[in-house]
Structure formats: structure tokens, C-alpha cells
């Protein structure tokens, strides 16, 4: 029988998982069992890893942060095959795994991975302009959203706001570095304007501070953006901050972790199968966020896949 595979990231939050790796090797072996680990050494890697070994591996298992999940989830899902995505956690934000159950301490984590259930869950496609103008499509498995998001994850990939150095220091968790850079965005950061199509209804002409389509609940480091988001429904939660201005972003963002956001003035929610979304201003570059990766821009399109990825979950 094929031993199950691990995709090491270990330059995910800010390499802490490679030098992390050794302690949690012995606690995914004492609490799961036998597995065969693989590293990455380059963005995009995983996912070519994931979509050979989706061939013959019943559970391929994803060591690092929500970037590598979504590589490695979109690895399973271009190959075709019939894997299972199982979750180590081990990044900067955590985010997807908060929304189906998967505690952070390796040892918890693999213990689901041994004793879950296997859910079939839905995943997002978006199709975007990548770098070079063209055309170029990925799955999501969380929320793809733009706006203030795309130049806050900026920020935290390069180590958190200014002030901060470069490769940010280990001990600054995901939630304050996400809220740090946040902060300084918000002072900085223009809002969009941008037209919105949810499924057949008409476009609609919005300006907004940030524009989230949501499979699951969390985003940016633990913020609960959408509540009710449901991974099994068959649709994305849209979720539209206004342009409320720095001040009044500042003041109620403790309520996006929380999740209360959804009753301040001008913060919309709807429910949709397809999204499509461009700039109001023909050349304007938006850079979408997607997954916490940031692959490329405005026009997009993003439709939902019911039930396309099974993924193991807590029992």
C-alpha cells in the first residue's frame, strides 16, 4: 500500500516550518503513523507534486501555510484523481483550517488525520489576468477577495508594515501581523471602484474598501469575514465593505474577527454560483488575493464547484 504523502512547505511562515519540521515529523509519526515526507523548493511546486502523486496516493497531506493547502488542493483537483487533502498546519495564517476544525498543534492535527471523516466540500475556480495579460485560471479553496486584502498580504509577505523588518520576526503571530498591516493600509489605501455581476442580476457600479468571495469563513490571519459561510451550500458568500474610510475601518475592525461586521452600514452580504468582476476604470490594475497568494488581477471570474474536494475533517 502506498504510505501517505506529505507536502512540506518549509519556507512557509517565514521558514519557521522548516526548522519546526523535525518536531513535527515525530508528532505526526507518534499519533497518525507511517508517511512519506516530500519538500518544495519553489512557489508552485507543490501543486505539481500534489497532481502526480493524486494518481496514486489515497491522502496526500499538506505541511505549512493556507498557500500551500491551496496549492496542494489545487494539484488534487486539475489531476483528476480521487485523493483526499489532509491538513498540517504550519503557516502564518491558518485560516481554512479554522473553518473546518483542524486545531494548530501538530499532535491534534494528527490525530484528525487518523481518526477524521472524510467530507466532500466545495472549492472555488477563479479565472483572472495573470502578470502577462492573459488569461490563466486556479481553484480556491477559502476566499479570493480585492480591495485593501491584496495590499495587506503584500505587506505581510514582506514581513509586516514598514517598521517591521524584512522576513518579519518569528514571534509576531499571523493575526498581529495581519492586523499591523491592516492598520497601515487602511491609512494609505484608496477605495475601488469596481463593476459586479452576482449570477444574472444586473451590474452593478460599487466602490468599496474590499470585495470578498467567500467558500469559507476566515480570512487575513483569523478575521471571520463571512459568518455564515457554509463549505457544503453550493454557493460563495459575497462579502462588500464599503468605502467607509480609514477611521471608521480602524474602529470596527475588531468585528471582523468576531463576525458582527455584517450590520454596520454599508458592509453588503449576498449569496451567488458565479461572480464576475472588473475595474470600473478600463486600465486599472486590481490585484486579487486569492488563498493569501496573490497571482494576478481584475477582469475575474469565480464560480463555485459543489462537493469537488474530499478532505479529511475532525469527526
Known amino acids: 500500500m502506498t504510505l501517505p504523502l506529505v507536502i512540506v512547505n518549509p519556507e512557509s511562515a517565514s521558514g519557521a516550518t522548516g526548522d519546526a519540521w523535525p518536531g513535527i515529523a ?62 498540517l498546519p504550519s503557516g502564518t495564517g491558518g485560516d481554512f483550517r479554522k473553518t473546518i476544525g483542524i486545531p494548530a498543534r501538530a499532535r491534534d492535527a494528527a490525530r484528525i488525520l487518523r481518526n477524521g471523516q472524510t467530507r466532500q466540500i466545495d472549492v472555488g475556480r477563479v479565472t483572472y489576468t495573470n502578470d502577462a495579460g492573459d488569461n490563466e485560471s486556479r481553484y480556491f479553496l477559502g476566499v479570493a477577495s480585492f480591495g485593501m486584502s491584496a495590499d495587506v498580504i503584500a505587506k505581510v509577505k514582506e514581513g509586516g508594515p514598514e517598521w517591521i523588518p524584512a522576513k518579519g520576526p518569528k514571534w509576531l503571530t499571523g493575526r498581529i501581523t495581519f492586523s499591523l498591516a491592516m492598520a497601515e493600509t487602511a491609512l494609505k489605501t484608496a477605495a475601488t471602484k469596481i463593476i459586479v455581476q452576482l449570477d444574472d442580476h444586473p451590474e452593478q457600479h460599487m466602490t468599496v474598501a ?17 459568518p455564515e459561510a457554509k463549505l457544503t451550500d453550493g454557493k460563495f458568500d459575497v462579502v462588500s465593505i464599503g468605502d467607509l474610510g480609514a477611521a471608521k475601518i480602524l474602529t470596527n475592525a475588531p468585528r471582523l474577527y468576531t463576525g458582527s461586521h455584517l450590520g454596520i452600514d454599508n458592509v453588503g452580504h449576498a449569496l451567488a454560483k458565479k461572480v464576475l468582476a472588473r475595474p470600473a476604470a478600463k486600465q486599472e490594475r486590481i490585484g486579487l488575493d486569492i488563498d493569501g497568494e ?19 475533517c475532525p469527526a
Open 294 to 312: 496573490l497571482p494576478g488581477y481584475l477582469p475575474a471570474t469565480f464560480q463555485i464547484f459543489p462537493k469537488a474536494l474530499r478532505v479529511r
Open 26 to 87: 515525530s508528532e505526526l509519526a507518534t499519533h497518525f503513523g507511517a508517511f512519506q515526507p516530500r519538500f518544495t523548493r519553489a512557489p508552485g511546486e507543490a501543486s505539481e507534486i500534489a497532481a502526480e502523486a493524486a494518481l496514486k496516493n489515497r491522502l496526500i497531506i499538506a505541511c505549512g501555510g493556507d498557500g500551500t493547502i491551496s496549492e496542494v488542493a489545487n494539484g488534487i483537483l486539475m489531476s483528476g484523481g480521487v485523493a483526499e487533502l489532509g491538513i
Open 210 to 226: 474590499n470585495l470578498c468571495v467567500a467558500n469559507a469563513r476566515y480570512f487575513g490571519g483569523g478575521m471571520k469575514i463571512a
